[in-house]
């Protein structure tokens, strides 16, 4: 490996490009230019031909960095985990071809949670396109139903303002990811270098501020509302409203109930918390829902995890729906008092107007609820993973951002762990992507340099993207990576358990596992392992105490431990299970 | 379930069809007929979609039309007055004896006759979707060949007596 000396002595030898003094830049040193313009600070990318010469423009460059991952999904999840933690635009940068398919699944679960990516592709000359020419691949018509818009640039001359125009579709109106495919004969080809002031998107005029009077029917329904429930998404993280929504539920005694992206939105050690909802959230949060009559939606998308039976979910209630996409509104569930905004600047508007409500005999029944059926677990000399995950928090505090991957962690880490601040959830929920977890927290930790990360992630879902340890060693990353080893495809043991007969058909990865702490450590990394409950603690303390390193720690936790409450696909809220 | 006749302004670019395309196939609405060609302005084209939904899927539909970024305004024109209208061009078999029957009925649609050859007739009709299939009725047992349509094309009747509706688009009127 190099040392840090040999590489900056190698950088000087590099003629320094003067990309911005030179009259004419080429598409490559123009695309360069415009991520500056946008403040772009790292760039998680892979090279490759078409590419090359954008790359070659950024080796000297302090900003943007390119972040080099190992596996093009890689990248776009760190991507992905950036924006989730910093609010900014997460930008990927990779070639033409087997590259840019690399990146649709990522594509595809930041599209699902509305996170603002941008991607640039490489693609083969525009005089090639359509002649299966080599790594040609038409990432626009694949990418077409899961990005909120996309380009293929024609001339070097439109590259500025479809930089310009990218950044503003992906991190306004509802987030998403934006894909701009660069030809090869573009990138190198010249022209001058202007970088445009302000877009104008005829077609694009996202609806910041709610409609007043619509607002005041709100305030005036959640004024004579008895029992009325906050149900609240990311689109209150999206827009940055947790503020606004801690002094609305104070103020009107209203209390909160989360969606899984929604997670951090309300400190959940708030006594107005009532968790998540939903297939696998509290008892009380679903049933305060079946009990509510006025659900105050706060960009929340009525997802089937959230709702199961549709005609049964939340049936005494009214609904206000807040959000800023009016397509999300009476999509699935007909909506009573819509408004389409941004929920922090309806949260605003909607504060002055409110009232106390008179929720304390409602608010008695819940806490009744909260003590009758609490979250819990058996405790044994086993190690639980939900005691995992509250040493986690003991040890972390509450500023750590946690990532999660997919399977029955993310809900123990959902339901266990008590998310205070917003941007400290980073979690693939609409799509549910195995693998994103840990690449995500190398994002986040680039996003958020002195904070602790800590990645909650699978024996199965880790190894799917587990190539990315050379990623978070090469940029010196103190993430710690938590395996919930239970030896199973545990999310899907648990319906083979439930709903299978308990034919445990092709879940078990126990004998093929490999040893993570051996494997971490071929990497460069810290490995760890736990096997004995009393360790989980120290354990914890010591990885966070490592210097300039990941830290992966194995927990062998009780295999047979599933995830409950849960309420079985397609039923209601009274049909959950303890 | 009733059929709408939804009429939208989008810019004429690269691609912007697929995109539309796209978002019936992948959302599963039914798409009766589509019709697309260039405004007054070049930089903007006019579709005119028929579609069948009950009022959740219609309203879903003109929602998710108005996020496409490339699309300026979407009016469901089902309910105000309008004028559609549909072009066909029918090749029809005929004979020495069937000819001139085939040409009275012709007439009564006032269709023309664009082409004849020994053996066929191709006939031009225009009009309302219901006219254009009552000609293709009356035309069916001479036995059609080949047949082509457009599928609808409309627009708003200026003198209403009424303010226009642009309520679903995004930019005002
Ligand atoms: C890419 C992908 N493939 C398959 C699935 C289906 N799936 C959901 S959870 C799960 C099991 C996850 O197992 P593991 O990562 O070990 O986590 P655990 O549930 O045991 O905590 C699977 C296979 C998925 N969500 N994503």
Known sequence: ?578 | MQQHTISLLVENKFGVQARIANLFSGKGYNMDSICVAETENPELSRMTIVTTGDDMVIEQIIKQLNRLINVLKVVDLTFEDHINRELALIKINCTATTRSSIIQIADIFQAKIVDISPKTLTIEVTGGHSKVQACINMLQPFGIKEMARTGIVALRREYTGRSPDWSSSKIPA
Not at chain 1, 321 to 343: E, F, L, M, R, T
């Open chain 1, 1 to 578: 490996m190099q040392t840090v000396k040999e590489k900056e002595k190698e950088k000087k030898m590099v003629a320094e490009p003067n990309i911005f003094t030179k009259q004419r830049l080429t598409g490559s040193e123009i695309l360069v230019r415009s991520l500056i313009e946008e403040g772009v600070e790292h760039v998680f990318g892979y090279p490759g031909g078409v590419v090359i010469p954008v790359f070659d423009k950024l080796y000297n460059l302090s900003r943007p960095k390119i972040v080099l991952c190992r596996h093009e999904q890689g990248a776009q999840h760190m991507a992905d985990g950036y924006a989730r933690a910093s609010g900014k635009v997460g930008v990927c940068l990779v070639t033409s071809g087997p590259a840019a398919t690399n990146l649709v699944t990522g594509i595809a679960t930041s599209f699902m949670d509305s996170i603002p990516v941008v991607h640039l592709t490489g693609q083969v000359g525009t005089t090639a396109i359509g002649n299966d020419a080599f790594q040609e691949v038409d990432i626009i018509g694949i990418t077409r139903p899961i990005t909120k818009h996309s380009y293929l640039v024609r001339d070097v001359n439109e590259i500025t303002r479809t930089i310009k125009e990218a950044f503003y579709i992906a991190r306004t109106g509802r987030p998403g990811p934006v894909l701009v495919d660069l030809p090869k004969d573009v990138l190198l080809s010249e022209t001058e270098f202007h970088y445009p002031e302000t877009v104008n998107i005829p077609g694009y005029k996202p609806t910041e501020n709610g409609h007043i009077q619509q607002i005041r029917k709100a305030a005036e329904v959640m004024a004579t509302a008895k029992r009325p429930v906050l149900y609240v998404g990311g689109g209150a993280i999206a827009s940055n409203a947790a503020g606004e929504l801690n002094e609305l539920a104070h103020k009107t005694n209203i209390p909160v109930t989360t969606t899984l992206l929604g997670l951090g939105a309300f400190p959940e050690n708030d006594p107005l918390s009532l968790g998540m909802l939903g297939m696998h959230g509290t008892w009380y949060s679903n049933m305060a829902v079946n009990e509510c009559d006025l659900l105050i939606a706060v960009g929340s998308r009525f997802d089937d995890r959230v709702t199961g039976k549709v005609d049964a979910f939340a049936p005494k209630a009214k609904f206000i729906h807040i959000d800023i996409d009016p397509a999300s509104i009476s999509k699935n569930i007909k909506v009573d008092y819509p408004i389409v905004g941004s929920c922090r600047s309806v949260l605003k508007d909607l504060l002055p107007l409110v009232q106390t409500s008179d929720t304390h005999d409602w608010l008695e029944m819940i806490g009744h609820w909260k003590q009758t059926h609490p979250l819990k677990y058996k405790k044994s000399e086993k190690i639980k993973p939900q005691y995992v995950i509250e040493a986690i928090h003991e040890v972390c505090g509450d500023d750590t951002i946690l990532s999660s991957d997919v399977g029955q962690h993310q809900m123990w880490l959902a339901l266990h762990y008590k998310f205070i601040k917003p941007r400290t959830n980073v979690t693939s929920g609409g799509l549910g992507t195995m693998g994103f977890g840990f690449p995500a927290a190398i994002g986040a930790a680039l996003a958020s340099p002195g904070r602790k990360v800590v990645a909650v992630v699978g024996d199965g879902g880790f190894q799917m993207t587990a190539q990315e340890i050379s990623t978070a060693v090469g940029q010196r990353l103190e993430i710690i990576v938590a395996i919930i080893n239970n030896g199973f495809l545990g999310m899907v043991r648990q319906w083979q358990e439930l709903f299978f007969g308990k034919r445990y058909s092709h879940t078990c990865l126990e004998y093929t596992n490999p040893d993570f702490v051996k494997l971490v450590e071929a990497y460069g990394a810290v490995g760890m392992r736990v096997e004995r409950h009393d360790e989980v603690v120290p354990v914890l303390q010591k990885a966070m105490q490592v210097k300039n390193l990941p830290v992966f720690i194995d927990f062998r936790v009780d295999r047979h431990e599933n995830v409950f409450p849960m309420i079985p696909p397609g039923k209601m809220a009274t049909d959950i299970i303890e």
